[in-house]
């Protein structure tokens, strides 16, 4: 079972849409939860950091983690052709001391935002 | 707004070559990381470095690779020999605290010919 499930789609939804988009994760170590935009052929551009269960609103943005259920989303409001991208969930465990832990990522979805 | 570079966007290799990827991270930040990117696949984690040291590595960072602070501005990855396989994109990060987000830099996209 891969650490991060994450399906890649493409998903495509009319401008002014709900997007929901989703990760499942396996580890119970997983303590910190990361949503990244990625254009093609660029670097991941940080949208959602959460580290509890439950929801964190930006803008049109919503993370939400629900641990007991290995489960986190985003919710994209109001979506428009500009938030077409792939979006990354990204995932890391508890700090100890100094150490600094690198992030685990699912594959991505492919979100298409039409006119 | 400060942000990580990467330098050069693009690099072209024979297979067996030496390369170094280079990196500017964000100035106060104290936590630096490399991924890379096959495409159309997904980010993959190298390693961590903090306080002039490796703290975590993945096992595709073997013995081919090495990371380096030369100076306090720049963080360099170094593939000994390349090989096709590690035609990709390498994406640099950093962060200011081990609980801080992590932002990535543009990548550099790799070809090994």
């Known amino acids: 079972q891969k650490e991060v499930e994450q399906d890649p789609g493409p998903l495509s939804v009319p401008e002014g849409a709900i997007v929901s988009l989703n990760c499942t994760y396996s580890n119970s170590a997983f303590q910190y939860f990361m949503w990244y935009r990625q254009y093609s052929r660029k670097g991941p551009e940080l949208l959602m950091y959460t580290y509890s269960s439950g929801n964190k609103e930006d803008g049109r943005f919503t993370a939400q983690v629900d641990k007991s259920s290995k489960y986190i989303s985003l919710f994209i409001r109001d979506s428009q052709p500009s938030d077409s991208a792939t979006y990354l969930c990204a995932m890391s465990r508890m700090y100890s001391g100094g150490g600094a832990d690198g992030l685990t990522f699912g594959k991505g979805t492919h979100l298409i935002i039409q006119p | 707004e400060p942000e990580v570079t990467q330098t050069p966007s693009h690099q072209v290799t024979q297979m067996g070559q030496e390369v170094i990827l280079r990196c500017v991270p964000i100035s106060n930040h104290l936590y630096f990381y490399w991924y890379r990117q096959i495409l159309g696949q997904k980010v993959e984690f190298l390693v961590s470095f903090y306080n002039n040291e490796i703290s975590e590595k993945s096992e595709i960072f073997d013995d081919q690779f090495s990371v380096e602070r030369p100076d306090g501005s720049n963080f360099t990855l170094k593939i000994r020999s390349t090989k096709l396989e590690d035609s990709a994109m390498y994406f640099c990060?950093?962060?200011?605290?081990?609980?801080?987000?992590?932002?990535f830099g543009p990548g550099t996209r790799l070809t090994v010919l």
């Open positions: 990060a950093s962060r200011t605290g081990p609980r801080e987000e992590q932002f």
